[in-house]
């Protein structure tokens, strides 16, 4: 099992910028993508982010251009540099990290972390 631990998270007005770590219990070199989510209230958790055991990296729509994700293999952490923050980018930020154990893909999530962007 893989514990994760969000931290970053904080008020910021739009524009701003804020970066979110992700700290996992164990060596993340060999977990096969990690990803971060986040949640609105009222909505459904949305895919922000993914970077892969390749470190290729993928971005919903809304992200792209303005949010950065990162994974170090030293630190066994995953981050999410986020810039020109909009009042859109408020709610919990989750990261999640999907490996294969025992030939089945697993899931681990964090408890998330609160943004909220003021206009």
């Known amino acids: 099992q893989v514990q994760l631990v969000e931290s970053g998270g904080g008020l910021v007005q739009a524009g701003g910028s804020l970066r979110l770590s992700c700290a996992a219990s164990?060596?993340?070199?060999?977990?096969?993508?990690m990803r971060w989510y986040r949640q609105a209230p009222g909505n459904q958790r949305e895919l922000v982010a993914t970077v892969n055991s390749l470190n290729t990296t993928t971005y919903a729509d809304s992200a792209k251009g303005r949010f950065t994700i990162s994974r170090d293999n030293v630190k066994n952490t995953l981050n999410l540099q986020m810039n020109s923050l909009k009042p859109e980018d408020t709610g919990v930020y989750f990261c999640?990290?999907?490996?294969?154990?025992?030939?089945?893909?697993?899931?681990?999530w964090g408890q998330g972390t609160q943004v909220t962007v003021s206009s």
């Open positions: 164990k060596s993340i070199s060999g977990i096969t993508s």
């Open positions: 999640a990290a999907y490996t294969y154990v025992g030939g089945s893909l697993s899931q681990y």
